[in-house]
């Protein structure tokens, strides 16, 4: 088993390595200079001539090769370097938006999965009757509205006309929380949903559970003891794999409900073409992803009894 | 059975898809028109009601990370700068220039020497005495200090040479060349007084997070992505005369929140979760200036308007009369009250009325006249072709391509365009790009039609879009290189006496207008939106900034 976590988290140290040239690359080769992205936002006056001065003090002009072995050197010291465009350490920034994105993205997979495995569930043990349908089209329906519409419509109705929930910081951290979390996570659950029934449809027709039932086990209790567990396992995968897709949403919907986070800091970044930043949140966003598959296969070992004794 | 699941599945999705959209669509109805848009900022009379103060929230879209006016390149972060420092002279809200930090100031006759006397009775934030050797200090730094690229404060300091130290409270400033347009300068938040104890004791790259100046209010804390916050200067004393009262600011603190988008920002107006923000979409002005609960400040912004850039090196846009007839073809007037609702006002040259030195003769230069536009273009040697659009003799067709970095509001303007081109047969594509990427080929040239506006005051601004050493470097989309311009721009910014001054940007204007080398659209005003509890705030002329020293909370 520690040997199993031992290897995994050594794949972690190619993966980043992997990552930080990929995009090195991608940010180089995009259209557009760190320097013209930050005056083009800002609006002070800078000239032609500034403008190359600028590039040259910033040793945005040296060679590809020669700019990415400065970065690596840095980080790994730890030091992930300044932001082009404000001068903080890139770490502190991170750092400091870090707690507000996995608050999210955890309420966000949380609520997704409490709500997907109900819904699926029920759909599941009343196969075809009204409620598997309004649940199944329930799930079509979250997993194709667009996230930034469905947040700024839940912002008009429940924090503006309701009136329930705050946008700024009044109210309390769980209150902000709610609004944000629920966008997230109703995509994820709509698919999570269709999961957990096809998942609990197939075990309740494996043998086991007609042998459960004949010997004349309580409904409830074949429910809880055989189906969910055997059921979960493929809905756990799931959860690992649409993490990282939660995780990108997160960018879309900081935004929107004017929270912190990393995905915010990504997309400003991006758009000022601040690499340091830029890097340094993917590679965060890269380790998180990892840990979290990570921590996926270790939840099988406590679901499958199988897997422990293996 | 299946089938009846079938059908309530369908059902249910039609529900809640109308539902969804019944429920977007809700919102207050939108009343008959509004009163006229007032142009000055609003004065509320007060009559001194027994305390004014209150706690101050400003939802703000621009996530500041850096408050040092020498290393910011920021012009969005210029309120809160001016809460913070205060500059040597100020920029009033009627036009004029007032002391600030600076009684009194003379000008040497070749303008290159600066004469400030300073006031005797200020102190920095840290207890630090203000006095010459802190302007020194500040001056000195810009330029030198090593901290994030950008610095809008160099552009502002022209050929600056040094800055002399005569005596305790006054300094004389040098520069190379006749620098006509350092008062303005002075004047922008950029070059606010820092105190040299603290740079000193921080050092220049983290006094930008704990900055200390001598404004009306104290930095107090900044939590990146979420709010920065400032407290009342209560030792404050020294504000120009422009304002209604003097002493420390009534409001007690000011939390300026940062929330990017601006639908959520009017959101928390409207909730009342922040008493003031900058940006209202423009297509909400209206609801909300009919709404008695809030109020819109407006103020022209002095600038080179919201404009499209005409690629002279590019053909056919080399040939003036191409140039002129597109203006001709196009009626910005009809277009900003149309589709604008009188939002903006339209722009006819390369300034905005709030530029001092703007020529009103540029209104009269091109009126809405679409057959001289097919006349012109005719003239030209293009034809109509067979499906409207005109071809030269070698059959190509004339098609321009318009390229530009988003907003909706834009959009809507190329689409009101290239329908009044078509109708002299003229064709144009639009295209939007990444603003970075957008930079990268209208540098290059590869596009006949480039989208800009910039923001700046002094006239003397305009060399980095019309100066032809702008050209494949900077911001000289319309890629110009004409020697003319390059000599107004150049006398313009040598010469000290103000009424030459004038004359010659004013030829410099028509000039531009006279070559067609852009199309201009329409002047954008600043829009901030506030709780009509919120009174006295003063917008100044640069528009992006607002003055929060008089500004009180009604109970």
Known sequence: MFDFLRKQLMMLIPVMLGVSILVFLMMSLTPGGAIEAMVLRGGAQVSGEDLARFRQEMGLNDPLHVQYLRFLRKALRGDLGRSLRTNRSVSEMLWEQLPATMELAVAGMGLAVIVGVILGLVSALCQNSWMDSVSMALSLVGWSMPSFWLGLLMILVFALHLDWLPITGEGGRLARLVLPALTLALGTSGLIARLVRSAVLEVLRMDYVTTARAKGLAERLVISRHVVRNALIPVVTMVGLQFGRLLSGTVIIETVFARQGIGRVTVDAILTRDIPVVQGAVLLFAVIYVLSNLAVDLSYALIDPRIRHR | ?555
């Open chain 2, 1 to 555: 059975m299946f089938r009846k699941a079938r059908t309530f599945i369908h059902l249910s999705v039609i529900m809640l898809t109308v539902v969804g959209l019944l429920l977007s669509a809700c919102g207050p109805k939108p009343t008959e028109a509004p009163p006229p848009p007032t142009e000055a900022p609003t004065e509320v009379p007060t009559e001194a009601p027994a305390a004014k103060g209150g706690s101050l929230n400003y939802g703000n879209h621009d996530a500041i990370e850096n408050f040092d006016p020498a290393a910011t390149y920021s012009s969005w972060i210029q309120s809160e700068l001016m809460l913070i420092y205060d500059t040597l002279v100020h920029w009033g809200p009627d036009g004029d220039y007032y002391p600030g930090l600076a009684e009194s100031w003379e000008i040497s006759e070749d303008g290159k020497t600066y004469t400030f006397h300073l006031r005797q009775d200020v102190k920095f934030h840290d207890g630090t005495p203000f006095n010459a050797e802190a302007v020194k200090y500040t001056f000195d730094r810009i330029g030198v200090a090593k901290t994030t690229i950008g610095k809008g404060a160099e552009g502002l300091m022209g050929t600056y040479e040094s800055t002399e130290v005569v005596d305790d409270y006054t300094v004389k400033v040098h520069f190379e060349q006749a620098f006509a347009a350092f008062l303005s300068s002075l004047s922008d938040p950029f070059l606010g007084i820092v105190s040299p104890t603290a740079v000193e004791k921080w050092g220049d790259e983290e006094f930008g997070f704990h900055p200390v100046g001598t404004g009306p209010f104290v930095f107090k804390e900044f939590v990146g992505g979420s709010y920065r916050s400032y407290e009342r200067n209560p030792d404050y004393n020294w504000a120009p005369s422009f304002f209604n009262h003097q002493g420390p600011p009534y409001l007690e603190d000011v939390t300026v929140r940062l929330i990017e988008e601006g639908a959520t920002r009017l959101v928390a107006l409207e909730k009342g979760e922040i008493h003031l923000m900058d940006r209202v979409p423009e297509l909400e002005v209206e609801r909300i200036e009919a709404d008695e609960r809030f109020q819109v400040l407006r103020a022209e912004t002095p600038m080179l308007p919201e404009c499209i850039l005409l690629n002279t090196q590019k053909y056919p846009l080399d040939d003036l009369e191409v140039r002129q007839a597109i203006l001709y073809a196009v009626d910005q007037e009809t277009m900003v009250d149309v589709l604008f609702e009188g939002v903006y006002p339209a722009a006819y040259g390369p300034l905005s009325p709030a530029n001092p030195g703007y020529w009103e003769g540029v209104e009269e230069m091109y009126p809405f006249d679409p057959e001289k536009a097919q006349e012109l273009l005719t003239e030209a040697g293009w034809e109509p072709g067979p499906d409207g659009i005109r071809v030269d003799k070698d059959g190509n067709r004339l098609t321009l391509d318009m390229v530009y970095p988003g907003g909706e509001f834009r959009a809507r303007s190329y689409e009101y365009v290239q329908a009044q081109l078509r109708e002299v047969g003229i064709e144009m594509t639009i295209q939007e790009l990444e603003s970075a990427a957008m930079y990268e080929m209208a540098v290059a040239g590869e596009n006949a039609l480039s989208q800009l506006q910039w923001g700046f005051a002094d006239p003397s601004g305009m060399r980095i879009m019309w100066h032809s050493e702008n050209d494949g470097t900077g911001f000289n989309w319309s890629h110009v290189r004409d020697e003319r311009v390059d000599e107004l721009l150049e006398k313009g910014e040598a010469t000290a006496d103000l009424a030459e001054r004038e004359a010659i940007y004013q030829e410099l204007q028509k000039h531009i207008m006279e070559e067609a080398y852009m199309l201009p659209l329409y002047v954008i005003t600043a829009l901030h939106g506030a709780s009509a509890k919120l009174h006295d705030v003063k917008v100044r002329p640069s528009a992006r900034h607002i003055w929060l020293y008089d500004a009180y909370l009604e109970e």
